[in-house]
T-cell receptor, first 118, second 112 residues
Framework: GAVVSQHPSWVICKSGTSVKIECRSLDFQATTMFWYRQFPKQSLMLMATSNEGSKATYEQGVEKDKFLINHASLTLSTLTVTSAHPEDSSFYIC??????????????FGPGTRLTVL | GENVEQHPSTLSVQEGDSAVIKCTYSDSASNYFPWYKQELGKGPQLIIDIRSNVGEKKDQRIAVTLNKTAKHFSLHITETQPEDSAVYFCAARRGTGNQFYFGTGTSLTVIP
């Protein structure tokens, strides 16, 4: 149980285009999801916390107009990288907090999405 | 805020030997400490966790110890196997908040 999927697993796009990444909790409802960015050989950097039905909370230094987050349902959160540039190339990982009574203290991670902007 | 430090950044061991990775944290309010294993090109997977009311937890070849007074916790892997090779991250969570604070990662290589 507690499986999180991401789609796509990898994407290559041209500079200036927008890319949407989906994060789904497959067998549980996730009121809170998190989006991370990871550069090669580095740790996970929290970008934003997404709560179902409300606006995301962005970490300091993360542009909310560039990284649009929508958490419209209890099983889906999306991250849209708008007007992508080569410096946005990275590994994006989402995670979901477990339900109450079922891994509520834990975060379950998706497999990640490799974004390459040409 | 919380600051989590992790050592070493790289670790190589012979197959069958033990591996130990250590983390320290700064916020005494942190009460949940998970360890994640990340294989190349994949998302982190939880391998073991410990809460602040426990000093040690073991799951087969993997164990975690917590010293609340010193604010450090460690991951111990015994009888290492090549498939244990991966990057390991520790994390700490403050109180009942949402945010996890991650260590900088340890790249473990098990040499056959």
């Amino acid at each position: 149980g507690a499986v999180v999927s991401q789609h796509p697993s990898w994407v290559i796009c041209k500079s200036g285009t927008s890319v949407k990444i989906e994060c789904r909790s497959l067998d549980f409802q996730a009121t809170t999801m998190f989006w991370y960015r990871q550069f090669p050989k580095q740790s996970l950097m929290l970008m934003a916390t997404s709560n179902e039905g409300s606006k995301a909370t962005y970490e300091q230094g993360v542009e909310k107009d560039k990284f649009l987050i929508n958490h419209a349902s209890l099983t889906l959160s999306t991250l849209t990288v708008t007007s992508a540039h080569p410096e946005d190339s990275s590994f994006y990982i989402c995670s979901a907090r477990g339900e109450r009574g079922r891994g509520y203290n834990e975060q379950f991670f998706g497999p990640g999405t490799r974004l390459t902007v040409l | 805020g919380e600051n989590v430090e992790q050592h070493p950044s790289t670790l190589s061991v012979q197959e069958g030997d033990s591996a130990v990775i250590k983390c320290t944290y700064s916020d005494s309010a942190s009460n949940y400490f998970p360890w994640y294993k990340q294989e190349l090109g994949k998302g982190p997977q939880l391998i073991i966790d410990i809460r602040s009311n426990v000093g040690e937890k073991k799951d087969q070849r993997i164990a975690v110890t917590l010293n609340k007074t010193a604010k450090h916790f460690s991951l111990h892997i015994t009888e290492t196997q090549p498939e244990d090779s991966a990057v390991y991250f520790c994390a700490a969570r403050r109180g009942t908040g949402n945010q996890f604070y991650f260590g900088t990662g340890t790249s473990l290589t098990v040499i056959p």
